[in-house]
């Protein structure tokens, strides 16, 4: 799969502007290959409001996130959101490159993965928080999160997800191109 195609098979709700964000790993042949064409997409894509970051590298894996600026600077917004983000040491009313230089560090240097990410995907600050007090136990549904409140919008929005995937694989796969599958801001 080309990193095109992965980011049509992953992102496409973000790609969509319905999403805030996605995450997924996608493996390339060095950190060099990597950047190298974050920084093409990017290019491509900024100019729609979306953004792509390398989250963390390993000889396995890279942590791409592509994201709605504009939509997550929205969440981030939130002073519920920023006083949770707090609790895991990222600062308050601070840009979205701070936010993720934190993410950044907190991927590299902790244990356990730093599951408030979940906030920087759009989840629900409730579900967010419920995952991490459970350790993941006791959801009520899951599909792209682990939903421990409002399950029927979950299960909604889980449709409009999938649905939005499969539109665009199918476009997609019948030729459309990419830059053309990109929804402004």
Request: net charge positive; hydrophobic share 40%.
């Amino acid at each position: 799969m080309s990193f095109e195609e992965s980011l049509v098979c992953h992102a496409a709700p973000t790609l969509a502007s319905i999403k805030i964000a996605n995450l997924y790993s996608f493996k390339f042949s060095n950190v060099a290959e990597c950047k190298m064409t974050i920084q093409h997409f990017n290019s491509l894509m900024n100019p729609k409001g979306i953004h792509i970051e390398l989250l963390k590298d390993s000889e396995d894996f890279y942590l791409i996130y592509v994201y709605r600026k504009s939509h997550l600077q929205k969440k981030l917004q939130d002073t519920d959101v920023q006083m949770f983000l707090a609790e895991y040491g990222y600062p308050v009313r601070c840009n979205i490159e701070k936010y993720l230089s934190v993410l950044k560090m907190r991927l590299k240097t902790n244990e356990d993965f730093p599951h408030e990410i979940g906030l920087l995907l759009g989840y629900p600050l409730a579900d967010v928080k419920a995952f991490i007090e459970t350790k993941g136990k006791n959801c009520i549904a899951c599909g792209d999160w682990k939903v421990y409140g409002d399950e029927e919008s979950a299960k909604c929005l889980f449709c409009k997800y999938k649905h939005c995937r499969d539109v665009y694989m199918s476009v997609y796969g019948a030729g459309r191109k990419f830059v053309d599958m990109l929804v402004s801001a």
